[in-house]
């Protein structure tokens, strides 16, 4: 059973979010603001944390940050602000989804559903793109019909990551911190060449998966067929 998390300073909220997810055979774990939810993470293990911005104590922003600093644990914004530089600054600090108040409560059991599944993909090590496999293991590309593939290492760490969470976008920022390391000094547009390569290599293939350019905010994965 999923176990997630809520963190929101408003009971109907939580109450609401509870109500849908445990339908869906979710436990679910209430919290009141950033601060009592940090605690909680660092102790117990929570499979998806869903959050409010604006909270007592420790906002939304804050949480995030810490919690990605625990690990890769899913978590959804949910949250009055609609704006799209807070949508960016979310992205930015590790939000993998957000949805705004007022949300539709079937919406937001399907994103955490999605979320999820995401997850469950990313730990298994193997990563299924159409007819395309991607191993973590062995570093290889396996084709249906075919013999597997090496890529140069940082392409494969960037399908990797993309395709372990299809539909999901990620910013430069967060791609360059993830797969060259906060200490790398080269430009951002490094990201953008090893994209511009892995589609150059999967050309063929877009029945299967494609890598989309949001303008001005990043990338996201999107497959087309299991």
């Not at 679910?28 to 117990?44: D, P, Q, V």
């Not at 953008?192 to 150059?200: A, Y």
């Amino acid at each position: 059973m999923p176990k997630v998390m809520v963190v929101d300073d408003d009971a109907h909220i939580r109450e609401l979010v509870r109500l849908y997810l445990e339908d869906e055979g979710m436990e679910i774990i209430e919290k009141t603001n950033g601060r009592e939810a940090l605690s909680y993470a660092e102790n117990h293990p929570v499979d998806l944390v869903i959050l409010d911005i604006m909270m007592p104590e420790m906002d939304g922003w804050a949480l995030c940050e810490h919690l990605r600093g625990i690990g890769d644990i899913p978590i959804l914004m949910i949250t009055a602000k609609g704006e799209s530089a807070d949508r960016i600054k979310g992205f930015q600090l590790g939000t993998d989804d957000y949805l705004v108040k007022p949300f539709d409560p079937m919406e937001l059991a399907l994103r955490v559903k999605a979320l999820l599944k995401r997850s469950r993909i990313s730990a298994s090590q193997t990563v299924k793109l159409g007819e395309i496999s991607l191993d973590r293991k062995s570093y290889q590309v396996m084709y249906k019909d075919a013999e597997s593939v090496t890529l140069p290492m940082k392409e494969f760490e960037l399908l990797y990551k993309l395709g372990s969470y299809p539909g999901q976008l990620f910013t430069r920022d967060h791609l360059i911190a993830d797969i060259w390391g906060l200490d790398y000094e080269g430009d951002e547009r490094t990201v953008d060449v090893h994209i511009s390569r892995l589609r150059e290599r999967f050309v063929d293939h877009e029945a299967d998966f494609r890598i989309v350019t949001l303008r001005g905010l990043g990338y996201r994965l999107e497959v087309y067929r299991d």
